[in-house]
């Protein structure tokens, strides 16, 4: 994580947006903190969707099933050889 504190700045110039969030006077001093946030990898992000389908992730908890593009491509395989 990377921090950047820039003290003893004055309000005006600050981008107006933040000077007008913060309700400073303009010749008030202030001191700016900026921290990056961690990266979310995908791990992360597929853990905290959450969705209201009762349906969805329904075969998360399947200890039967290794591979799951295996055994999907095994159910979507046509059931009679074209012979």
């Given at each position: 994580?990377?921090?950047?504190?820039?003290?003893?700045?004055?309000a005006r110039?600050?981008?107006?947006?933040?000077?007008?969030?913060?309700?400073?006077?303009?010749?008030?001093?202030?001191?700016?903190?900026?921290?990056?946030?961690?990266?979310?990898?995908?791990?992360?992000?597929?853990?905290?969707?959450?969705?209201?389908?009762?349906?969805?992730?329904?075969?998360?908890d399947r200890?039967?099933?290794?591979?799951?593009?295996?055994?999907?491509?095994?159910?979507?395989?046509?059931?009679?050889?074209?012979?």
């Amino acid at each position: 994580m990377s921090t950047l504190v820039i003290e003893h700045l004055k309000a005006r110039d600050l981008p107006k947006q933040w000077a007008r969030d913060l309700k400073a006077n303009p010749d008030q001093t202030v001191t700016v903190r900026i921290e990056t946030e961690p990266e979310q990898t995908g791990a992360e992000v597929t853990e905290t969707f959450v969705t209201n389908d009762p349906a969805f992730g329904i075969w998360r908890d399947r200890d039967d099933i290794g591979d799951v593009e295996a055994y999907v491509q095994r159910l979507r395989a046509p059931r009679y050889a074209r012979d």
